[in-house]
């Protein structure tokens, strides 16, 4: 099992989880199809506290 976990804190200052699939290339095809509303959503949610490493 592959889940989906939302690049944030909740208000209980938990990982948001979004999704769970069986098969990896699933769970990667979801995030794509859901990109926009998890960024609305990640928006609307505490920062993580550690520091996320640049995408090159």
Request: net charge positive.
């Given at each position: ?9 909740d ?5 948001p ?5 069986a098969l990896?290339?699933s ?11 998890i960024r609305?959503f ?7 506290p550690?520091v ?5």
């Amino acid at each position: 099992m592959f889940s989906v976990y939302a690049h944030c804190r909740d208000g209980s200052g938990g990982r948001p989880w979004l999704h769970t699939t069986a098969l990896v290339h699933s769970a990667v095809a979801w995030t794509i199809q859901h990109a926009t509303e998890i960024r609305y959503f990640i928006a609307g949610c505490s920062p993580e506290p550690e520091v996320r490493p640049p995408i090159r």
